[in-house]
């Protein structure tokens, strides 16, 4: 292990659209979904939806389909892929859900890379029904954020994340998302840590209003192509701090009685 967690957001992030809408507009159920969005929670408005989509005899083979051809950038796997052979400890933060993002995660063959995913609860019931629920059971124990949507905090999530990993302080977090609910977690990273916000999208346009309130290092991409670039490098950049703090603390004393015996050699050579 590298000592590096990669926390990814999941839409636009990972896959280059919105799931939830990517499956309400390929079948056809944007005005509907549109008509309700103003009346009722976005988390609560998906569960909805599946009633409907449901109720016209949409099966979930035909939306497992749908989500199978959902666009991607051609680096992200690879990305994926490198940072994990790396090392990597690999996790997603949501708030799509879990039937959506394990559908496509297991049709794309990544699934694995992951070490833990954090979603709203997604599962296809008795009558063959996909549920949607919320991550936070919001009427029960609000969280309280005024950051986030009622259903989920991503920065709950990351304390956690963050909790966990206590013990090991040198490890180091990377976080890569696109949305207003990434900004929460955004503000949990610590000085050792970076933040890798979409360039343009919304966490971009929150961080840019006053990018002191990070502690994190700031690092855009704006396309898959460059969140690969940016990703690897910070990768590499954190494996050479650790390096050269190696060196500092344990070689000082036998690379300065290098460099005290290099110039006595020079001098003997005729
Ligand atoms: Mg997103
Ligand atoms: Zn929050």
Same mark, same amino acid.
């Given at each position: 292990?590298?000592?590096? +967690?990669?926390?990814f957001?999941?839409d636009?992030?990972? +896959?280059?659209?919105?799931?939830d ?19 009722m ?9 599946m ?7 949409i ?5 497992? @389909?749908?989500?199978?051809r ?10 994926l892929?490198?940072?994990?052979a ?6 997603i933060?949501?708030?799509a859900n879990?039937?959506?993002i394990e559908t496509i995660?297991k049709?794309?063959g990544i @699934? !694995? $890379?992951?070490? !833990? ?6 599962y296809?019931?008795e ?7 919320? $991550?936070?059971d919001?009427? @029960?124990?609000?969280h309280g954020c005024t ?10 999530i990351?304390d ?8 090991e302080d040198?490890?180091?977090?990377? $976080?890569?998302g696109d949305?207003?609910?990434?900004y929460?977690?955004?503000l949990r ?7 890798m =916000?979409?360039?343009?999208?919304p966490?971009?346009?929150l961080?840019?209003k ?23 490098h910070?990768?590499?950049k954190?494996?050479m701090?650790?390096n050269?703090?190696f ?9 300065l009685? +290098?460099?005290?015996?290099?110039p @006595?050699?020079?001098? +003997?050579? =005729?």
């Open positions: 292990m590298s000592g590096i +967690v990669v926390v957001d999941f636009k992030t990972i +896959v280059e659209c919105d799931s809408n990517w499956v309400i507009d390929e079948l056809g159920f944007t005005d509907l979904f549109n008509q309700l969005l103003p009346t929670p976005w988390n609560s408005l998906m569960d909805r939806m009633m409907e989509l449901h109720s016209h005899g099966t979930i083979e035909e939306i497992e @389909k749908v989500l199978h959902i666009p991607i950038h051609p680096r992200i796997i690879p990305a892929k490198s940072a994990h790396l090392g990597c400890d690999m996790r933060v949501s708030d879990m039937f959506f995660l049709h794309l @699934k !694995e $890379y992951f070490s !833990e995913i954090n979603t709203n609860p997604g296809v019931n009558e063959g029904r996909l549920r949607i629920l919320p $991550y936070h919001f009427n @029960k124990s609000p950051l986030c949507p009622p259903n989920m905090c991503k920065g709950l990351m956690r994340i963050q909790d966990s990993m206590s013990n040198e490890k180091r977090l990377i $976080y890569l949305g207003a609910g990434d929460c977690p955004s990273l610590k000085e050792r840590d970076f933040m =916000p979409r360039k343009n999208f966490v971009w346009d961080i840019c006053n990018p002191l309130l990070l502690k994190a290092e700031i690092h855009g991409w704006s396309d898959g192509e460059e969140q690969e670039q940016v990703l690897l910070l990768i590499n954190i494996e701090d650790k050269s703090q060196i500092s603390s344990d070689c000082k004393l036998q690379i009685s +290098v460099s005290d015996a290099l @006595k050699v020079l001098s +003997v050579r =005729p």
